[in-house]
Each structure stands twice: as structure tokens, then as C-alpha cells.
């Protein structure tokens, strides 16, 4: 919503946003390409867009968020002049090539290299050519936010674009989001099943955008309810929108969960002594590992994950640090080379490394409530790159925590 604001002649209001590391990063990288930013605490921001971007004197700090290194590097080859994108820590491990390629079919010059020390990537803006538009192609299978961020930039190409899927697009409820965002600025994106077509020469235009609560996050509190045994509601949940990771609820269902939707919340109100083992395909629901993972813990008999190889691509080796750090906790759990199998057993405190993964931190927060003893969750602010208010929720609800300064 930020992203499409800022391509919007005059003014939009995304209201209820979420302010976590990773929306900051996207505020710097929009205000440093010419939009303007007002933040009304935390209930509004106001987005003065621009239809001509400028290329920033200074680089823009993408921090750790790959999201906004991923959509901002197509949209720096619409400004004038040369645009150098910094990313830092588990950035440096998560891969940028297929979508420098495929914007270099487009007519795009970019590279990755240093500066000041620092990784970067170094974009050649609109005076070198902008996006001529035409075909080009790139995996659907690596990272669903390279095909968002082509779809964000190519409605300014010279041309229409074609996106030629290489091989089966993953996550296409991400892509989704995109597409309903874009709509509501006014621009049309054609999703087939091998391939995506923009036109070019659009205009977005500006408009108001209330954001909806983020399953993917709500998924460790309706964990938590079912690992302890606890009724609780979730508010501000829209199962009816285009979020794939709606999901956790049928997850939950299959492990004999049964949950209730009324009124843009989700309530969890019955379940049985023991969870259900799963097996589950996460092609599409690659965020909910983690968690499922956890839930399987304590289902009485082996789930299976698949289907969550990107994950070793992730702000860490998701599926090795699930491996590692459940298993210190007593869990019986095997990796394979694109998932988990879990028996659920009896889970014990112990020392958790997060790996600097806010996911990782999360779920084994969420396996430590059921677990006998005290858990000690080492590095647990790094949350605070998609839910900075995740412990002080927790907490709310009846979980008894301690130490560190855990909320903004």
C-alpha cells in the first residue's frame, strides 16, 4: 500500500498500519525517491505520491527487509538518475540475481557491489532508459516479491510487459495481495497460470486503504490457544480477503481446532486433549512452517511438512533452525531437503537461539508455553521486524514472561 501511495499523484491515507522494522525501511525508501510521508502516531499515514520519481541524493538503507530491496530495486529504474539500494545482515544470503535478470531483459542496467562497506545494489534510472517494457522471464518458485516487484513497476514501462513464469509461480496468494492493491490504485495486472501480463502506460491514481489484520502474524496467537488449551478471539482478522495464510485455520481445523468466524474476528473455542498430526504442502504457505511445526509438536502421532524448500532462503535456514531448536527442546523431528517430519512428544525448556529470525523466535515462543520449565529466547527483539507488540500480546493473554525490553 505504501509502495503503490507513493506512485499516486496526490494524497492517500493507509490507515491502522503496521510500524515494524521492515514498514520503516519502506517509508525511507519511498521518501527517499520523492513521496511524501506524514505519520499520525500509529492510526494513519498520509502518502503524498509523485509521478516523477527522483533518484536519491544518498543511498537508501533497505535494512534487513527483503521485501523492500525486492520492490524497490524495478521502481528505481523509473526515476531520473542512478539509484544505490544497501542491504545488510541475513540479506546477504538471499538471492537478487533472477530478478536483476529478468530487468535486464527489460532494458534495465543494474549490479551488486559494495558501498561504504556495505552490499549493495546499484540501479541506472530512467535517463539510461527506464523499463522499456516487452518480455522477459523469471522462476516462480524463488521469491514471490520479485513477480511484486516487477508488477509495481512495469504499469510506468514504455510498453506492455510480459512475465514469462519459468517454472510454477509459489506463494500465489502473495502475488495476489499485490494485484488487489494495484487494483485499488487504479491499475490492471492480467495473472495467468505461466505467466503475467502489465500494460504499460499507466497512471496510479490515489486512494484510501484501511490494512487488514495479518494472519501470518495472528497465526502464533491462535497456536498459542491451541498448544495451552485456551479460548481467546482474535480481532480485526478478514478471512474473506486475499490472504493465503488464512490457512492456519483450516491447519488448525485438520488438527481437530475448531474455530469460529464472526465479524472480522477469529475466535478458537474447542478442541480435544491432543492435537492431530498433519501433512500438509507449503508451497503456498511458506510463513506458516514455523508454526505448523510447533503445533505438531504436540499432535498425538507424525506430521509431515513439505514443500518449504525456499525457506532455507529466508532471513535464516528456516528449516535447519526449526530443526535445531525444536530438537533442544526434545522434539522429535527430522529435516529433509524440503520439509519436517514431526512426532509430537513431550517438549522441555531450554536456551533458543532466534538465529535473528522473527519467525524462529515466535514459533519456539509459542512451543515453550506447552513445554515443562522455563525457555529462554535469546535475541528476541529481532520481532520487531513484523510484530514488535508480539510478546506484550502474549502476555495480555496469560503468558508469564520476563526480561528484556520487548516493546517499542
Request: glycine share 10%; net charge negative.
Amino acid at each position: 500500500m505504501v509502495i503503490a501511495a507513493s506512485l499516486s499523484a496526490g494524497h492517500s491515507e493507509i490507515r491502522y498500519p503496521l510500524l515494524a522494522q521492515d514498514t520503516e525501511a519502506t517509508l525511507r525508501a519511498v521518501s527517499a525517491f520523492g513521496a511524501k510521508v506524514q505519520l499520525d502516531e500509529k492510526f494513519c499515514w498520509v502518502i503524498e505520491g509523485t509521478e516523477s520519481l527522483r533518484a536519491p541524493r544518498e543511498p537508501i538503507d533497505c535494512g534487513e527487509s527483503g521485501a523492500t530491496l525486492r520492490f524497490m530495486i524495478p521502481i528505481a529504474a523509473l526515476a531520473r538518475g542512478d539509484s544505490i539500494l544497501l542491504f545488510r545482515g541475513s540479506l546477504k544470503r538471499r538471492p537478487v540475481a533472477p530478478l536483476l535478470l529478468a530487468l535486464e531483459t527489460l532494458g534495465v542496467k543494474t549490479r551488486v557491489g559494495s558501498y561504504g562497506g556495505v552490499d549493495a545494489v546499484f540501479v541506472q534510472g530512467n535517463d539510461g532508459g527506464g523499463i522499456a517494457g516487452g518480455e522477459t522471464a523469471i522462476a516462480g518458485d524463488i521469491s514471490s516479491q520479485f513477480i511484486s516487484g516487477l508488477m509495481f513497476a512495469c504499469p510506468w514501462a514504455g510498453s506492455d510487459t510480459k512475465i514469462k513464469l519459468t517454472s510454477p509461480l509459489e506463494s500465489r496468494d502473495y502475488v495476489e495481495m499485490t494485484r488487489a492493491v494495484l487494483a485499488n490504485h487504479g491499475v490492471t495486472v492480467e495473472l495467468a497460470e505461466n505467466s503475467i501480463l502489465v500494460p504499460g502506460g499507466q497512471s496510479y491514481k490515489a486512494t484510501d486503504e484501511r490494512v487488514p489484520g495479518d494472519f501470518s502474524s495472528a497465526a502464533f496467537l491462535l497456536a498459542a490457544s491451541a498448544i495451552t488449551h485456551a479460548q481467546i478471539r482474535v480481532k480485526n482478522l478478514d478471512y474473506f480477503g486475499a490472504q493465503g495464510d488464512r490457512a492456519i485455520l483450516e491447519v488448525l481445523k485438520e488438527m481437530g481446532v475448531e474455530s469460529k468466524i464472526d465479524s472480522g474476528s477469529v475466535a478458537i473455542y474447542s478442541q480435544g486433549d491432543s492435537l492431530e498430526p498433519i501433512d500438509i504442502d507449503a508451497r503456498n504457505i511458506p510463513d506458516l512452517v514455523p508454526v505448523i511445526a510447533a503445533l505438531a509438536c504436540y499432535a498425538k502421532g507424525t506430521s509431515n511438512i513439505w514443500g518449504a524448500k525456499r525457506l532455507r532462503l529466508k532471513e535464516s535456514d528456516r528449516l535447519q533452525a526449526v530443526y535445531v531448536e525444536l530438537s533442544k527442546m526434545g522434539a522429535e523431528i527430522c529435516l529433509t531437503e524440503d520439509g519436517l517430519t514431526i512426532t509430537g512428544t513431550p517438549l522441555h525448556g531450554a536456551v533458543i537461539d532466534s538465529h535473528n529470525d522473527h519467525r524462529i523466535a515466535m514459533a519456539t515462543s509459542v512451543a515453550a508455553l506447552g513445554a515443562e520449565g522455563q525457555t529462554i529466547i535469546q535475541n528476541a527483539e529481532c520481532i520487531r521486524k513484523s510484530y514488535p507488540q508480539f510478546f506484550i500480546h502474549l502476555t495480555q493473554l496469560g503468558a508469564d514472561i520476563v526480561g528484556g525490553k520487548l516493546d517499542r
